[in-house]
Structures are given as C-alpha cells and as structure tokens.
C-alpha cells in the first residue's frame, strides 16, 4: 500500500460521506483506508456505513480534488503523514470513545498553506466570538491577536465576520501565525467579503477544512467545524458571545475536550457579552483580560506565568514606627538615641524598627544617623 493510495482513498471518502461519520470512521479503523473505499464504492458496507455513503458514493473525484489542492498551493494532510497534528486530535479520539457529541477525529484535513499544520498547533489558542461584535469585542480580539502572535503562539479562529477576522488580523499585523478552519471548502471564499484575508491567511499561515473543494458552507457544517477550532487549540477564548451565539458552541467542545476555556468580561449592559458572563457565572471559564493571562492558563506549566507588578505601596507605618517616621529629618541624619528622645519610643524598639523602615523604603542610613528616603505625609490616615 503506497501513500498515494492512501491520500487517494482518504480524498474519496472525505466526499463521500458528510462529516462526523462514525460508522465510516469505524470502518477505516479497522480495515484501513484503501479497503474501506473499496468496499463503499462496491456498495459492500455494513448498513450503518451505507447509510452514510450511499447518496454519493458514485462520486469519486478524488484525483481531481488533489489536483485542485496542488494548484492552490494545498494539500491533503492525512493521518498517516508526518504533518497529522497527532496530539491536538487524540482530543477528538478520547472524546469519541467516551460518547461525547464533539467527538470523532476527521478522516483527512484539506489544507491550504506552506506552513507544517502539525508544527502550527504545537502551540495554539483559539480566540472566537460573535460575528455581531462591538467595536469593543473587536478591539479586544484584534489585540489578542496581535499579542498572542506576537509571543509565537498561533491564533485558530473561523474566519468570520466580527472576533474571528479581528483575531486573525491582528495575528497577521504582528507577522505571527494563524490558522482559520473553515465549514467549506478551503477554495471557497466564505464570507466573500474576507477572501482578501483568506488569501493573507494562506500566505502567513494555514486555512484549514475536512470538507473537500467546492464544498459549500451549511449551518451544520458551522458547529461539525467548531469541535475542530477546539481541537486545535491548547485553549479558547470567547471574547464576545450572545446568549445563542455559534461561539458558546465552541466552548462547550472546548470543555468537553478538556482543553483551557476563556471568557472576556464585558459591560454587564452589553448583549453581545452576555453569554461571556453566563460562561463566567457558572464556573465554566477562567475571566481572562490580557494576553499574559492567556498564556499563563494555557502554557507551560510553572513557566508562563503572569508577571505580576510588585506593589511597593505598603501604605503608612503603625503605632511606633509612625512615631520613629516622623522623628527623621528630611535633609540630616540622626542617631538612634535622639530618634527616641523624639519620638518617645524606646531605644532598643527604635534600633529594630529603623530597618524596618529602610526596607519598606522609608528610611535611609547616612554618615550623620537616619533620615527619612523621602516625604510623605498621609494626612487623616492615622
């Protein structure tokens, strides 16, 4: 069995039957691709796989649509290729095999691009949304997609209208990676209005589908592709979702896969935020407002942390240390011994307290004695 033969089969049944197909996929795992086409073309299949592909199993244009991929620069990715991204889909693998709906690895990726697809989803998140977005949503992924580019992890979004273009956008300012998965075919220009970035995409990254050219876009085709988004991605990030927005969609795959969900809080006024907040409510993302944030719920464990700004505002000393404070000169030095005279704290407490001081950088040691490091005064907070 070559290559050849196997890419060819696969392309045939990528057709064949409409995706997830669970019967078919069973098939293909137990007596491998080659005979699996096979057997549906002679119509010899158990009856759950006929019914899965006997409406177009007269279709073979197989070597046609591997054709078609090559003159747009594409390809055909396959399980048994290098470039399979193994670990991101086991996911999908596991999911199946415990009942979960988002479940089921595709049969085959087509895959417009240069880039490896298994070397792009190494490291991955997903930013999606509502195609109805605010200008704030919209802004938001847009720096998401700049800042997550920008640290070289690839931005995975849907190429629609509102977060996803925004995401990818800015992915592709920062000169960064990014992966758009579509619910059609990767030759076919959907939306129409971003075929000029669907082009961009496939320059600087990959756009990415199972269905097979010419494939047209159908509202069920939208949420078979979402568990791919999910897939693909160490995480996802809902920056904008409506109460019934395809982007809750995406969460629940996300969730179900195990992988990290995101949420982006909004004006609690906002609808387009809405379901941003019932994700956030009930415990089933992490609220998330900046990019670091992303990575650190997402990447390495004990490595990509936040870093966080040290606070150096300790607010006023107490009780004795106000005292021993206010006792300092601003411009001279004094000894411990006058410090206390002063501030009527005993010697031996203000000797432990002065270092006190110069730590919470209060306090400075000169030739003359301690002298306060700088003015403050805290009016009516003591």
Same mark, same amino acid.
């Given at each position: 069995?070559?290559?050849?033969?196997?890419?060819?089969?696969?392309?045939?049944?990528?057709?064949?039957?409409?995706?997830?197909?669970?019967?078919?996929?069973?098939?293909?795992?137990?007596?491998?691709?080659?005979?699996?086409?096979?057997?549906?073309?002679?119509?010899?299949?158990?009856?759950?796989?006929?019914?899965?592909? !006997?409406?177009?199993?007269?279709?073979?244009?197989?070597?046609?649509?591997?054709?078609?991929?090559?003159?747009?620069?594409?390809?055909?990715?396959?399980?048994?290729?290098?470039?399979?991204?193994?670990?991101?889909?086991?996911?999908?693998?596991?999911?199946?095999?415990?009942?979960?709906?988002?479940?089921?690895?595709?049969?085959?990726?087509?895959?417009?691009?240069?880039?490896?697809?298994?070397?792009?989803?190494?490291?991955?998140?997903?930013?999606?949304? !509502?195609?109805?977005? !605010?200008?704030?949503?919209?802004?938001?992924?847009?720096?998401?997609?700049?800042?997550?580019?920008?640290?070289?992890?690839?931005?995975?979004?849907?190429?629609?209208?509102?977060?996803?273009?925004?995401?990818?956008?800015?992915?592709?300012?920062?000169?960064?990676?990014?992966?758009?998965?579509?619910?059609?075919?990767?030759?076919?220009?959907?939306?129409?209005?971003?075929?000029?970035?669907?082009?961009?995409?496939?320059?600087?990254?990959?756009?990415?589908?199972?269905?097979?050219?010419?494939?047209?876009?159908?509202?069920?085709?939208?949420?078979?592709?979402?568990?791919?988004?999910?897939?693909?991605?160490?995480?996802?990030?809902?920056?904008?979702?409506?109460?019934?927005?395809?982007?809750?969609?995406?969460?629940?795959?996300?969730?179900?896969?195990?992988?990290?969900?995101?949420?982006?809080?909004?004006?609690?006024?906002?609808?387009?935020?809405?379901?941003?907040?019932?994700?956030?409510?009930?415990?089933?993302?992490?609220?998330?407002?900046?990019?670091?944030?992303?990575?650190?719920?997402?990447?390495?464990?004990?490595?990509?942390?936040?870093?966080?700004?040290?606070?150096?505002?300790?607010?006023?000393?107490?009780?004795?240390?106000?005292?021993?404070?206010?006792?300092?000169?601003?411009?001279?030095?004094?000894?411990?011994?006058?410090?206390?005279?002063? !501030?009527?704290?005993?010697?031996?407490?203000?000797?432990?307290?002065?270092?006190?001081?110069?730590?919470?950088?209060?306090?400075?040691?000169?030739?003359?004695?301690?002298?306060?490091?700088?003015?403050?005064?805290?009016?009516?907070?003591?």
């Amino acid at each position: 069995m070559t290559t050849d033969e196997v890419r060819l089969a696969r392309a045939y049944l990528s057709r064949v039957a409409e995706p997830p197909a669970a019967a078919l996929a069973a098939l293909v795992a137990e007596v491998g691709p080659v005979r699996a086409a096979r057997m549906v073309r002679a119509g010899e299949v158990p009856s759950a796989v006929d019914s899965q592909t !006997s409406a177009r199993r007269a279709v073979d244009r197989a070597e046609q649509d591997l054709a078609t991929m090559a003159a747009l620069g594409g390809r055909l990715v396959v399980p048994e290729d290098d470039d399979w991204p193994r670990w991101p889909l086991n996911a999908l693998a596991v999911a199946a095999a415990n009942g979960l709906r988002c479940g089921l690895e595709p049969l085959a990726l087509w895959v417009r691009g240069g880039h490896s697809l298994a070397a792009l989803t190494e490291r991955a998140v997903a930013v999606v949304g !509502s195609r109805a977005a !605010s200008g704030y949503g919209q802004h938001v992924a847009g720096e998401f997609g700049f800042g997550l580019a920008e640290a070289g992890v690839t931005v995975v979004s849907g190429a629609a209208y509102g977060i996803d273009g925004a995401a990818h956008r800015g992915a592709i300012t920062a000169g960064g990676l990014t992966i758009a998965v579509l619910a059609c075919g990767v030759d076919v220009a959907y939306p129409a209005g971003h075929r000029a970035l669907l082009d961009r995409i496939a320059r600087q990254g990959l756009v990415v589908s199972e269905y097979p050219p010419a494939h047209t876009p159908a509202r069920h085709r939208f949420l078979t592709r979402n568990r791919l988004i999910a897939a693909l991605a160490e995480g996802t990030v809902v920056v904008e979702a409506g109460q019934r927005s395809g982007a809750k969609n995406t969460a629940a795959s996300t969730v179900a896969l195990g992988r990290v969900l995101m949420a982006v809080p909004g004006p609690i006024t906002s609808v387009s935020s809405s379901g941003c907040h019932e994700l956030l409510r009930w415990g089933n993302a992490l609220p998330v407002t900046s990019v670091p944030e992303i990575i650190e719920s997402t990447g390495r464990l004990g490595v990509d942390l936040v870093e966080t700004t040290r606070n150096t505002d300790t607010g006023p000393p107490q009780g004795d240390a106000m005292r021993v404070f206010e006792a300092l000169g601003l411009s001279s030095g004094h000894s411990p011994e006058s410090i206390s005279v002063e !501030s009527g704290v005993e010697l031996p407490r203000v000797r432990a307290l002065l270092p006190q001081l110069e730590l919470a950088g209060l306090a400075t040691r000169v030739e003359s004695g301690w002298k306060r490091s700088q003015e403050m005064s805290w009016r009516g907070d003591t």
